[in-house]
Structure formats: C-alpha cells, structure tokens
C-alpha cells in the first residue's frame, strides 16, 4: 500500500469530520477531570486543517506539514500542541516523498512516540494518548499488512480497555488519580476515533466499552 498527497489528504479530512461529530463527546469526557475543552480544541484544529489542504498540497511532507501548522494556530493547549508537534514529526520522517508507504509507518509512529514523549514529559504507561500510539505501533510491526484494517482500530480500542481501570499519572488528571479509574483517557479515545477515521471504518469504542 502507498498513500500519495491527495489520498493522505483525504485520510485527514476524514479525521477532520469525525472530530466535528466527536467534539461533544470529548468534551464531556475531558470535563470529567481536565477543562472540558478537548473536543472543542481538535474541532478548531480540524477546522483550520480542513482549510489548509484546500487544496490538497504538492507531496506527502507538505501535507503533514500543512495539518501541523494549522494545529498550532488553532490551539495553545497542550493537546493541540502535541498534536502539532506528532504531525511536524510526520512531516520530518517524509521529506522528499511522493508517496507514503505502509511499510515506512511504524518508524513514522516510533518518531512520533519519541518526539511527543520529549515535548510532553508523559511515557507509555501513565494513561495518556502515548499508550494509544503505542498500542497501534506495536499492532503494525507485528502483523502483516493486510491485517492492519483489523488489528490497528482492535489494538487501540484494547489500549482503552486496559488503561481504563488504571490512574492518569501525569498531567491535569493526575491530580484527580483515584477518580480517573474507571474512566477513559479522553486523549485516547480522540486518537482511536482518529485511526478509525483514517482507515474509514465505523467506531470500535462501542464494543471496546
């Protein structure tokens, strides 16, 4: 599988509108123990991405460049800024490519793993959305591609059932530890409605509940 500029492009607007139909829900999720304005974040974020690859620009770094850029106007929170940051990092890994292919996606991923655990100070294991794309990076590398459609989206949704019964440990929820048992990390289920969206398949957080 190879993903040129126009079809990456068409994977991120997608994500881009099941943020818009998501904003709600993460809403509510985030104001169980943070602000309350996740989803009220990534809908700005989508809506000024949805804006930046109109039209769709020239390669594949440029594209991830033009999401990156638009994340960091729309937001000053945490969030948005790591999401900038993850897509800058994407943008980085593909310099000179024309095309995206499936095979270059789990270093892309580790990149991204490495970049964010440096910018935000969280690691795989404290409840955050780096447990979700760790899930998915471990998924890749240890299937064939042609079971990636499946095993991505089931390996996230599986993150969030395993983490769910464990504390956050770093950021604001940190300070509410007890009472986030039990509860989703909403970073997480942004990103699994992200995967799932890129892929163009139907949500799995219902089963994964």
Known sequence: MKLDARQLSAALLRCCEKIHHSAAELNALDGQL???DLGATLEKCARLTQQALTPV????????????????????????????????????????KQTLDAQAIPALLQAVLTALMARGGAA???????????????????????NWRQ?????????????????NKIGRARMFAERSVGLDDPGMVAFAHLVDAALGKASQLQEAR
Do not use: N, Y
């Not at 999401?67 to 000179?96: E, N, P």
């Open 34 to 36: 943070g602000d309350g």
């Open 57 to 96: 620009p020239s390669d594949i770094a440029a594209v991830f460049q033009a999401a990156s850029m638009a994340c960091v106007r729309a937001s000053g929170s945490s969030f948005g800024t790591l999401l900038g940051v993850a897509l800058l990092t994407a943008a980085k890994q593909s310099a000179g």
């Open 124 to 146: 795989p294991g404290d409840k955050t959305v780096l447990d979700a794309i760790e899930a998915l990076h471990q998924a890749l590398v240890s299937q064939p591609e042609e």
């Open 151 to 167: 095993a991505a989206p089931e390996a996230v949704a599986q993150a969030l059932a395993t983490f769910r019964q464990r504390p």
